[in-house]
């Protein structure tokens, strides 16, 4: 398995081959962001740029909902950094592996982190230590950002020739649901999704758009307490 | 399609873009950047974060699925509470995206089709 020569390639073959599962289910997050971007009144330009520059689909989906009811930049800003403060967990996780690396090739692993990558790469890391680490990491991210870049466009030109009527954007919703259950994997969790959701709908009528935003942080206030209680 | 943005929408699009992207990369390169400076994440940092995924989620998904209306029926009855605790079902059975996004959506046609026809 480590032949030297081949060592290098293999290593980053190897990353794309395990993320290709995951793939499958990134591309229909990616066309719905397409989609939602087309929604929201977002043409091919903006919505690749976001695409690009963000590349963190749930944020992106909540601030194009946000900019498509007319939000205040401020709270499209605010929600979206609320929502993906949870990199800096995955940062200071990843990190040590990345340690020994020039600050150049950091600052661009750095930029392709996403759940899918982090999750990959350290369990991999820890099964397989004698893997080239940015190797293997840049096989299964890249492949990631290539797939939600084409998932994006496409998302984009099907959001542009389907009627409303079908009712696509109804998808947005259905992916975060998806991720959702499994997020909810023991009581503290649980109970930060049903106080989140619950605050979400009873202040979805407050001005500026703040529901998504107190939703949310009611949701992670309510996971902390019931942590101290059920300890 | 609708009207495309104005000048003053595409700047206000764009700038939000920029500043998102701006304080994820942040994030991204947070600790990246400075290990060897900080070893660990302190645990008051990392606690809360464990919440932010199920909160933020759910926060997002509940008002898509449920409007509170003046009668419990009413609030109820609902295609889109209906095709989403469909796929809830089917999230949480396969914990599969494509799945779950084809149940509800075909769900939600099927509620269309027959209150419409």
């Known amino acids: 398995m480590t032949v030297d020569g081949d060592l290098l390639d293999a290593d980053l073959r190897a990353g794309v081959r395990d993320v290709s599962p995951l793939l499958l289910g990134i591309a229909p997050f990616a066309l719905v962001a397409g989609i939602a971007a087309v929604d929201a009144g977002l043409g091919l330009a903006e919505a690749v740029g976001m695409s690009v520059i963000v590349f963190a689909g749930a944020s992106q989906l909540a601030a194009l909902d946000l900019l498509g009811s007319g939000a205040p930049l401020a709270v499209v800003v605010g929600t979206a950094v609320v929502i993906n403060v949870r990199m800096v967990m995955y940062s200071a996780s990843i990190a040590p592996h990345f340690a020994d690396y020039g600050r150049r090739l950091r600052a661009g692993l750095a930029y392709v982190l996403t759940d899918q990558a982090y999750a990959l790469s350290l369990a991999e890391f820890e099964s397989n230590p004698e893997r080239s680490r940015w190797r293997y990491y840049l096989g299964a991210a890249a492949s990631l950002w290539v797939v939600w870049q084409i998932g994006t466009v496409a998302g984009v030109v099907v959001g542009a020739s389907v009627p409303d009527a079908w009712g696509l954007t109804f998808a947005v919703p259905l992916v975060f649901l998806a991720l959702l259950v499994p997020a909810m994997k023991d009581r503290p969790t649980t109970a930060a999704g049903v106080a989140g959701g619950a605050i979400a709908v009873v202040a979805a009528g407050l001005p500026m758009n703040l529901g998504l935003l107190a939703g949310a942080v009611s949701g992670i206030a309510v996971g902390l307490a019931t942590e101290v209680f059920v300890e | ?117």
């Not at chain 2, 926060?59 to 109820?76: D, E, F, G, M, N």
């Open chain 2, 1 to 117: 399609m609708t009207d495309a943005p104005v000048l003053g929408g595409s700047l206000g699009v764009w700038l939000a873009i920029v500043l998102i992207g701006l304080a994820t990369y942040g994030f991204r390169l947070s600790f990246i950047h400075l290990f060897g400076r900080i070893d660990e994440v302190p645990p008051r940092i990392k606690r809360p974060l464990r919440y932010v995924p199920p909160a933020v989620l759910a926060a997002l998904v509940l008002p898509k699925l449920l409007t509170i209306r003046p009668s419990v029926v009413a609030t109820v009855a609902d295609e889109r509470l209906i095709a989403g605790a469909v796929a809830g079902v089917i999230a949480w059975r396969t914990e599969n995206v494509m799945a779950t996004i084809a149940g509800g959506m075909v769900t939600l046609w099927l509620f269309r089709v027959v209150v419409f026809a």
